[in-house]
């Protein structure tokens, strides 16, 4: 089976500065899609960036490059630096990774998501 652990979230001003790391480990043969999702009081999930294998991004229109999304595919880690962050970034933050076992067979995983807050 495999694990995401995700670290890196808390409290910090806005227009300041916070880098979310998610590490996978357990049975993985390939890890293709990896992304960061979050989840805002009385709001639904909603995607925050993307990457590929190859190192494709996309983000949300919202975000307006304040957020960068990065991977280390030989350690197995997902990253985001989040840059200028506002109020209304506060959220819960979660990990999500395509794997693809010994099996080989694909599923999604989820982190156990990672809280921050933004605010003075």
């Known amino acids: 089976q495999v694990q995401l652990v995700e670290s890196g979230g808390g409290l910090v001003q806005p227009g300041g500065s916070l880098r979310l790391s998610c590490a996978a480990s357990g049975s993985i043969v390939s890890i293709n899609r990896m992304a960061w999702y979050r989840q805002a009081p009385g709001k639904e999930r909603e995607l925050v960036a993307a990457i590929t294998s190859s190192g494709s991004t996309n983000y949300a229109d919202s975000l307006k490059g304040r957020f960068t999304i990065s991977r280390d595919n030989d350690k197995n880690t997902l990253s985001l630096h989040m840059n200028s962050l506002k109020p209304e970034d506060t959220a819960v933050y979660y990990c999500?990774?395509?794997?693809?076992?010994?099996?080989?067979?694909?599923?999604?995983?989820w982190g156990q998501g990672t809280q921050v807050t933004v605010s003075s």
């Open positions: 999500n990774v395509d794997i693809q076992n010994r099996n080989y067979k694909i599923y999604r995983y």
